[in-house]
C-alpha cells in the first residue's frame, strides 16, 4: 500500500532542498529562481522505527526492510495559479494525485535569498496557496456537477450522492473554508475520497527556518503552529539546510551533528513521523531469519486486508494470523519463546491489526 505526499510552497522557501534531503538525492535541482523544479519528482524514504532493529536483532535476519512513504517535490505555485499564473494547473494534478500535503513554509530571514511576495509572512503565504486550491475546486465542482445533471435527472444513485456530496464541500468552499472541514458520514468516506478534491486532503505545515533556529523556532513558526492549531492541523519545525548536511553524512557523523546543535533527532524523522501520523497510519512487522519487515497499513485495517499489502493471495485465501504482540516479543525474546508462554494468538477475519503487531498470515492459494 503506497502513501504519496506532496510537497508544496511558494517559489524559494526550500521545497527542493527539503526533498534533496528526504530522498538522499540531488534529484531536485535547488536554485535561487521561481520554478526550478520542472517536473514533480518523486523519491521513497524510509519511515524511521527503532522497533524493526530490535525485532531483527533478536531473530537474526539477514535483512531489514523498513517501510516507505512517497514524497512529490511539486513546483512552486503562486498567485494566480488556479487561472493559470506561474505554471499553472498542471501542477494542481500532481496534488491531486498525493494522499495528503506537506506545505513547506519559509520561516527565514535571508537577504540573499528572494522571495516571490517581497516579504516573510508564512502565515499569508500559507494562505495565498490555500486560496488558490480552493479557488481550484470550486472550478472543478462547477464543472462536475454540470456533467452530472443528467444522470441526477435520471435517478442514478451514485450521481445523485455526488451532487449532494460536492454541493455541501462547494458550500463550506464560498464560506472561505477547505473541504477537510466537511463533515463526512461513515457511508460516504468512499464516494468522498473518489472525488479527490485538493482542500480535502490533510495538511502538515513545514517550518523551515534558519541553522540557528532548527531546536526552538521562532516568531515566524510560532504563528505557524498558531495557526495549524486553529485549524486542527498540525506543524513541524525543520531546517532544510541542516537535513540536507545531514543526508550526506553517516549515522554516526549524524548522531554527533545533532548533538552539537541540540537536536534529539533529525527533523525529517519527525516531518515522516508526522506524516505517518496525519494520514493515519500504522507499522505491523513480519519477522523471521530471512528478513525483518515492516509494512505500512491504515489505522483500523482488518487481518485479511492488511495480508493484502503483501500479496493479493493473501487476502483472497486468507485463513488466520499468528499474532504477536511487539512488546512480548521483546520481552520474551522471540517467536518461539513468545509462543512456549502463550502469548502467540491465532486471529480470524474479524481481527483489526494494532501498530506493532508480529504477524504470520496463513492463507489458501
Excluded at 458520514?185 to 478534491?197: C, F, G, H, P, S
Excluded at 483500523?300 to 492488511?306: D, F, Y
Aim: with cysteine; net charge negative; aromatic share 6%.
Amino acid at each position: 500500500m503506497g502513501f504519496k505526499t506532496g510537497i508544496v510552497g511558494l517559489p524559494n522557501v526550500g521545497k527542493s532542498t527539503l526533498f534533496n534531503a528526504l530522498t538522499r538525492t540531488a534529484a531536485a535541482q535547488a536554485a535561487n529562481f521561481p520554478f526550478c523544479t520542472i517536473e514533480p519528482n518523486v523519491g521513497e524514504v524510509a519511515v524511521p522505527d527503532a522497533r524493526l532493529d530490535r525485532l531483527a536483532a533478536i531473530a537474526g535476519s539477514k535483512q531489514i526492510i523498513p517501510a516507505r512513504m512517497t514524497f512529490v517535490d511539486i513546483a512552486g505555485l503562486v498567485k494566480g495559479a488556479s487561472r493559470g499564473e506561474g505554471l499553472g494547473n498542471q501542477f494542481l494534478a500532481n496534488i491531486r494525485e498525493c494522499d495528503a500535503i506537506a506545505h513547506v513554509l519559509r520561516c527565514f530571514e535571508d537577504d540573499d535569498v528572494t522571495h516571490v511576495e517581497g516579504r516573510v509572512d508564512p502565515v499569508a503565504d500559507a494562505e495565498v496557496i490555500e486560496t488558490e486550491l480552493m479557488i481550484a475546486d470550486m472550478e472543478s465542482i462547477e464543472r462536475r456537477l454540470q456533467n452530472l445533471v443528467r444522470k441526477v435527472k435520471g435517478g442514478d444513485k451514485e450521481a445523485i450522492a455526488q451532487e449532494r456530496l460536492l454541493k455541501t464541500a462547494l458550500a463550506a468552499l464560498e464560506q472561505g473554508q477547505p473541504a477537510r472541514t466537511v463533515q463526512v458520514a461513515d457511508e460516504d468516506a468512499r464516494l468522498w475520497d473518489m472525488l479527490q478534491l485538493l482542500t480535502a486532503k490533510p495538511v502538515l505545515y513545514v517550518c523551515n527556518v534558519s541553522e540557528a533556529e532548527a531546536a526552538e523556532g521562532n516568531a515566524h513558526s510560532a504563528a505557524v503552529a498558531r495557526m495549524a492549531e486553529a485549524q486542527g492541523a498540525a506543524s513541524v519545525v525543520i531546517s532544510a539546510r541542516i537535513e540536507e548536511e545531514i543526508s550526506q553524512l553517516d549515522a554516526e557523523e549524524a548522531r554527533e551533528f545533532l548533538a552539537e546543535l541540540g537536536l534529539d533527532e533529525a527533523g525529517l524523522d519527525r516531518l515522516i513521523k508526522a506524516g505517518y501520523k496525519l494520514l493515519g497510519l500504522q507499522t505491523y512487522f513480519t519477522v523471521g531469519p530471512k528478513e525483518a519487515r515492516a509494512w505500512t497499513i491504515a489505522q483500523g485495517t482488518s487481518a485479511p486486508r492488511a495480508a493484502g499489502v503483501i500479496h493479493g493471495d493473501f487476502e483472497l485465501g486468507f485463513i488466520r494470523a499468528e499474532t504477536i504482540a511487539y512488546a512480548d516479543y521483546v520481552t520474551l525474546g522471540g517467536e518461539q519463546a513468545a509462543k512456549d508462554a502463550g502469548k502467540m494468538r491465532a486471529e480470524g477475519k474479524a481481527y483489526v491489526v494494532q501498530d506493532g503487531d508480529v504477524l504470520h498470515f496463513l492463507f489458501n492459494a
